[in-house]
């Protein structure tokens, strides 16, 4: 079985602060990793994957992720938030189904 | 943007109705899937096809069927609409199961009245 927390169901931050996106995942596989992000009334667009290569993950638009196998968490972080990155993220674990998070919704401030 | 289509994209139905919504896919991808996305909930799986006539069941299949004629095609029918089952549909293509990645659909609002 597995299972994904998003530890923040909301997150507020000011333009040109960093962004952090808490993720804690449970599998009793060796898991698969992502985030996704949902602009407003849109699909779902991949910003990175882990598949046990790199325990650090370099996404799209500056965002990165690392994976902490001792604390099963993968926090999706980026040092400068930007006025486009206000959308809702997805922490999801896989192999063999997909499981997505709750989501975390992030706002930015100018 | 991976060729994914979905129809209707808005739909507005009674209790009791059936329901189809379709998925079409120009990219050839062998795995289909149909999630819903509810607010709290994030997405979860209705159900999955691994190719041509082959499916199974996801996380929230009661109230759902699907088919699979063609690969580019995947349907998802609801026999009788529930106000339950008013939700935003999102469809998904992968090549590969479990650790590759999936495309995803532009979404299909349904309202159950």
């Known amino acids: 079985a597995q299972s994904v927390t998003q530890l923040d169901s909301h997150v507020s931050v000011s333009e040109g602060t960093p962004v952090l996106l808490r993720c804690n995942y449970s599998?009793?596989?060796?898991?698969?990793l992502f985030w996704y992000v949902q602009h407003p009334n849109k699909g779902l667009q991949l910003l990175l994957k882990y598949t046990s290569a790199a325990t650090l993950v370099k996404g799209i638009n500056g965002f990165e992720a690392e994976f902490k196998k001792s604390e099963t968490s993968f926090h999706l972080t980026k040092p400068s938030a930007h006025m486009s990155d206000a959308a809702e993220y997805f922490c999801v674990v896989s192999p063999y189904d997909m499981r997505f998070g709750a989501g975390t919704r992030l706002t930015v401030k100018p | 943007d991976a060729g994914i289509t979905q129809s209707p994209r808005h739909k507005v139905t009674e209790t009791g109705t059936p329901v189809t919504l379709r998925c079409h896919q120009t990219e050839n991808h062998r795995y289909m899937y149909w999630y819903r996305q509810d607010p709290g909930h994030g997405l979860r799986l209705i159900h999955y096809?691994?190719?041509?006539?082959?499916?199974d069941k996801g996380e929230v299949s009661d109230g759902y069927s699907v088919s699979r004629s063609k690969t580019e095609d995947f349907l998802l029918t609801l026999e009788s609409a529930t106000s339950s089952q008013t939700s935003v549909y999102f469809c998904a293509i992968s090549t590969l199961a479990g650790e590759d990645t999936q495309y995803f659909g532009p979404g299909t609002r349904l309202t159950v009245l």
């Open positions: 599998s009793s596989y060796s898991p698969s």
């Open positions: 096809s691994y190719g041509v006539k082959d499916t």
